[in-house]
């Protein structure tokens, strides 16, 4: 379930590009709370702390700003630097304790495929929706392949997930599906491979023949100047 991080903020008084990057630059990550019908609360938050923190996207955070007020909040949205994937802004949804939120969560895969011929699994979903308060919200849920063969599927029915959490999916969506491992015939291909090489080097043959015959011509021509 989910742990609680605190972090002290500042109230973010300067606005536009250049007040974030110069934000950034002073270690800091511009963040916006919105929520419960109250207007927008602009925050500046520490940089380092905050990064580690959001490592978890349903990270319950409580921000304390300057004069001592907290805001229970979940990241909503977590904007990275395209090339960095540096934290450079996170919009957050305030939540009160006994308050039930629907977050995105990882499925977690146990259990062994059937031995009888060789299977593989591929998740369907690999995060689902889940309802839970927002104060104990699931690290994951738990599917089993346990003794599944090829042509079977992992259902939302067979998701596990823990008391007093809700799957939001319908019955019938598919989890995971279990399919035999399918072997490449490597004689063809080492066949397919001999004969492109094959092929790349008549083409350089005739390149150079044409060069040849090229430069030949060139130098006659140089001659009879």
Do not use: C, W
Request: proline residues 5%; charged residues 30%.
């Amino acid at each position: 379930m989910s742990d609680q991080i605190k972090l002290k903020v500042t109230r973010r008084t300067d606005f536009g590009k250049g007040a974030s990057r110069q934000a950034r630059r002073a270690g800091q990550i511009p963040a916006v709370v919105y929520g419960h019908g109250a207007e927008p609360i602009h925050l500046l938050l520490p940089a380092q702390e905050t990064t580690l923190a959001v490592r978890n996207p349903n990270a319950l955070l409580t921000v304390v700003n300057e004069a001592g007020e907290e805001h229970l909040v979940l990241p909503k949205d977590i904007q990275r630097h395209p090339i960095r994937q540096t934290v450079d802004h996170l919009d957050l949804i305030e939540v009160r304790r006994g308050e039930k939120v629907v977050v995105e969560v990882p499925v977690h895969v146990e259990g062994e495929l059937s031995t009888a011929v060789d299977a593989e699994y591929v998740l369907d979903y690999p995060t689902v929706p889940v309802e839970a308060e927002a104060t104990d919200l699931p690290e994951n849920v738990l599917i089993s392949v346990e003794g599944r063969e090829p042509g079977q599927h992992v259902y939302a029915t067979d998701v596990q997930v823990p008391a007093g959490v809700t799957l939001q999916l319908e019955d019938e969506i598919v989890i995971a599906t279990v399919s035999e491992v399918v072997e490449q015939d490597l004689g063809d291909e080492s066949v397919q491979e001999e004969q492109a090489a094959e092929s790349a080097e008549g083409a350089e043959g005739e390149g150079e023949s044409e060069g040849s015959e090229e430069s030949a011509e060139g130098e006659s021509e140089g001659s009879e100047d």
